[in-house]
């Protein structure tokens, strides 16, 4: 199924680029209404290159920890815009790095929530997939039920889905879209799709000190989770601003990690790269004042 989606079918612009310590790249996007901005990074995991890419000009799920969440949606990527974000961070390596052949995985996780735009999504991942951008195309999602179906047919790698707590007052206090497809729901959904497709889901635990960490919780979600269904990453959270949250000490991310091993599971610390640029997890936003100072800049 060639959908042909040309990466120059976007008349995206890039206003600004910025270099971290630890090889990661920031990319920052100017959309043709040259008002509205988007962000996607490059980065490697376990040696090998990725890009995690965005999907929508900010996000109306609102999760508290989310930078992104701090603005509503300001639109919908096309899947050319989406495949733009790929097929530019691969030219920008190979100028880079002669050497440089392709990204290895697609990491849509950036701003916005994929399964509010599966569609262009789809779309987009049987493009870059086909036209040998990438290997993989990942996906990590809040949690939209209804998309899920979409799910089945997709040529997605992994699902990560965005658990963060383990009773539903708790998540809908982190990801408010909770109140509507609570907890139950979600697991239920999730191994209906991991047993009807054999997709790989993990299950991302942002841990917060006093709010998600407490043995109690560690309890809760073993109980919750099928170690033979899911991974579990434990992820450290990329402090924003205007938050009272605090990410958990060292101490209780090992005793999660020995917990769940002891019962079975797959589980890894994970730790976020560009964390210094604002490009973590959870920190890309729409930054006009940005656009303006770059467009100042190349005037």
Not at 2 to 31: C, E, H, R, T, Y
Not at 48 to 76: D, H, M, R, W, Y
Not at 102 to 108: E, G, N, R, S
Not at 206 to 212: A, K
């Amino acid at each position: 199924m060639n959908i042909n989606v040309a990466p120059q079918a976007s008349n995206m612009v890039l206003l600004n680029k910025s270099f971290g310590q630890d090889g990661s790249v920031k990319f920052l996007w100017g959309m043709p209404d040259e008002v509205k901005s988007v962000e996607s990074v490059y980065f490697t995991i376990n040696g090998k290159p990725a890009a995690c890419i965005s999907t929508q000009i900010g996000c109306t799920v609102g999760c508290v920890f989310c930078e992104t969440g701090k603005q509503k949606v300001l639109g919908n990527l096309s899947a050319g815009e989406i495949v733009r974000q790929i097929a530019a961070v691969n030219d920008d390596r190979r100028a880079a790095d002669p050497g440089f052949k392709k990204l290895d995985t697609a990491i849509v996780a950036g701003m916005g929530e994929p399964l509010l735009n599966i569609d262009a999504l789809k779309e987009a991942a049987y493009t870059m997939l086909e036209d040998e951008m990438v290997e993989h195309v990942t996906v990590t999602t809040s949690g939209i039920l209804p998309a899920f179906e979409k799910l089945k047919e997709s040529p997605f790698s992994i699902l990560s889905i965005s658990l963060h707590a383990t009773d539903n007052d708790t998540r809908t206090r982190l990801i408010p879209i909770n109140k509507k497809y609570p907890i139950e729901d979600l697991l239920a959904t999730a191994r209906d799709l991991r047993e009807s497709t054999d997709m790989p889901i993990i299950m991302n635990y942002l841990m917060f000190d006093g709010v998600n960490d407490s043995d109690a919780d560690l309890e809760r979600l073993i109980g919750l989770l099928d170690p033979s269904l899911y991974r579990v990453k434990l992820k450290q959270w990329n402090t924003i601003d205007e938050t009272e949250l605090t990410s958990s000490p060292l101490e209780r991310f090992k005793t999660f990690e020995a917990g769940l091993k002891g019962e079975g599971f797959d589980v890894s610390i994970d730790y976020s790269m560009g964390v210094e640029l604002d490009a973590g997890c959870g920190q890309l936003r729409s930054r006009v004042r940005e656009m303006r100072h770059a467009r100042k800049e190349t005037a």
